[in-house]
């Protein structure tokens, strides 16, 4: 397991689109990018083994909006911001693809608002603090924004939130623009994320949730994550990154039809032999 912490910008968004190309990398939806580019390949590269990854933000969500409401408005009309947007639409594509067990964590002092929101979504699961922590009063929040309906589409063309509510209409209209802390177990809140443990209960919930992604084969995992994370439309992409590459992998891999693998003992009463390198 490892965790990847993603935190808010400690300035104001630019006044305007110079001033954020005069910040060039240091302008912080850029320095994310670059940076969350580079540790997701050095995972994916170096540490096979680490198959679990809980993602976390830090600070202040006003910050982050702030940032996110920048790029929705100068996107269309300035190329530097423009290709910052299509650099975090390629790298949040390359979260979506990845042989991963993928873990959002939404506590006191998350910032997952907006393009921030997107990493939560992009998530296999998600858990949310119902309350607070005695050593935090603030409750965990999630912010929906304009940039959640499409400004970052995954493989099969529809955004992370289409796919959550997919043939479910009404669910995400209610969707759009709107807030729900994790103070309130029904409506909005229940449905953006998987598990909602109040304080009681949340550090046994993690630790059970990693505890079972580690325990499963990673590579049946590997197949079934990838299906799962895409729904609707089928396209070239999704079949080639998704389910295609996640199914070839499981069914070719040594530990599944070789000597021990899981296929071939299946029905003996002996354990397959796993690999726990992660694809």
Not at 120 to 140: H, I, K, S, V
Not at 164 to 178: M, Q, S
């Amino acid at each position: 397991m490892v965790t990847l912490t993603i935190a808010a910008p400690a300035d104001e968004a630019p006044s305007d689109a110079v001033e954020a190309r005069r910040l060039g990398c240091r302008f912080w939806p850029l320095a994310v990018a670059r940076e969350l580019d580079d540790l997701i390949l050095h995972l994916r590269t170096n540490e096979l083994t680490r198959g679990t990854w809980v993602i976390k933000t830090a600070g202040d969500m006003r910050g982050v909006l702030d940032h996110d409401r920048f790029l929705l408005e100068h996107r269309d009309t300035d190329w530097f911001v423009n290709e910052v947007v299509l650099l975090l639409k390629r790298v949040l594509k390359r979260l979506d693809v990845t042989s991963r067990s993928l873990l959002a964590s939404i506590e006191p002092g998350s910032c997952f608002g907006g393009l921030l929101l997107e990493l939560a979504l992009a998530c296999d699961q998600q858990f949310m603090l119902d309350g607070t922590m005695e050593e935090d009063e603030r409750p965990a929040v999630i912010v929906v924004t304009e940039s959640n309906m499409g400004m970052y589409p995954m493989g099969n063309g529809l955004s992370r939130l289409e796919s959550r509510f997919f043939g479910r209409a009404a669910e995400l209209d209610a969707a759009r623009g709107r807030w729900r802390s994790s103070r309130r177990r029904s409506g909005l809140g229940a449905r953006l994320v998987t598990v909602i443990p109040d304080a009681i209960d949340w550090e046994d919930e993690l630790r059970i949730a990693l505890e079972q992604r580690t325990s499963f084969s990673p590579d049946a995992l590997t197949g079934m994550e990838a299906n799962l994370r895409f729904v609707g439309p089928e396209d070239h992409e999704t079949k080639i990154f998704g389910r295609l590459t996640a199914w070839q992998n499981w069914c070719s891999a040594a530990h599944a039809i070789g000597p021990a693998g899981a296929l071939r003992r299946y029905g003996s009463g002996q354990r397959a032999e796993l690999n726990r390198e992660r694809v």
